[in-house]
């Protein structure tokens, strides 16, 4: 069964640094999802990507978070200048649809998250 | 803005038995979609269940149930003959009918005790 892939599943990182998270999402999905996990805290949005840009973001998504899907099959999230509060779970995830082309729900598949630590 | 609020850090169950995980949530929209994930300790989450809110319909997928009350904004979850492998975080999420995103709850560790 096709799923959502992502590494590293662990990055260690010291304050200050770029990091880049990659995720391949199922082949033949168009739209991509990076969410965050704080460690014992809820899953957040942080921005959604269809057609080589930028849908939809929260205002978690400030200017040193990135996204760019390189080539066809990679999406990846870079953080410019990490902060010890950037530290999380990162989860990718996909999407088969626009939600707009289908009046009911468009399932989000997950990857299994790359845990970012800063330290 | 949405939320969604799910008032049990921690739940528990014998196996075999049945437990209810609440959610509710708060929006202004009249058509959302609402789901269930669960988050076993690998990390990867796992849709559990769905309900689209123009049904009056409780969605069903085997051992798992939900009790979809619109006017009260709740959303919870039933989990009949509870099995070990149903250990995990539960995640109820809501998003709307043109939104893109999810809106997470905080989650609830469900236990099941042998």
């Known amino acids: 069964e096709p799923e959502v892939t992502q590494t590293p599943s662990h990055q260690v990182t010291q304050m200050g640094q770029e990091v880049i998270l990659r995720c391949v999402p199922i082949s033949n999905h168009l739209y991509f999802y990076w969410y965050r996990q704080i460690l014992g805290q809820k899953v957040e949005f942080l921005v959604s990507?269809?057609?080589?840009?930028?849908?939809?973001k929260s205002e978690i998504f400030d200017d040193q978070f990135s996204v760019e899907r390189p080539d066809g099959s990679n999406f990846t999230l870079k953080i410019r200048s990490t902060k010890l509060e950037d530290s999380a779970m990162y989860f990718c995830a996909s999407s088969e649809s626009v939600p707009r082309a289908k009046p009911f729900y468009n399932e989000q598949f997950f990857g299994p998250g790359t845990r970012l630590t800063v330290l | 803005a949405q939320t969604v609020t799910q008032s049990q850090p921690e739940m528990s169950v014998q196996e075999a038995e049945t437990v209810t995980l609440s959610c509710t949530y708060d929006?202004?929209?009249?058509?959302?979609?609402l789901f269930w994930y669960k988050q076993p300790p690998s990390r990867q989450m796992i849709l559990v269940i769905r309900q689209e809110a123009y049904k009056q319909q409780n969605a069903t997928e085997n051992r798992f149930s939900v009790n979809f009350q619109k006017a009260a904004k709740s959303f919870s979850l039933k989990i009949s003959d509870s099995q070990l492998g149903d250990a995990a975080m539960y995640f109820c999420?809501?998003?709307?009918?043109?939104?893109?995103?999810?809106?997470f709850g905080p989650g609830t560790r469900l236990s099941v005790l042998p």
């Open positions: 999420a809501y998003r709307g009918h043109y939104g893109q995103n999810f809106v």
């Open positions: 929006t202004s929209e009249s058509d959302y979609y």
């Open positions: 990507f269809y057609n080589n840009e930028i849908s939809e």
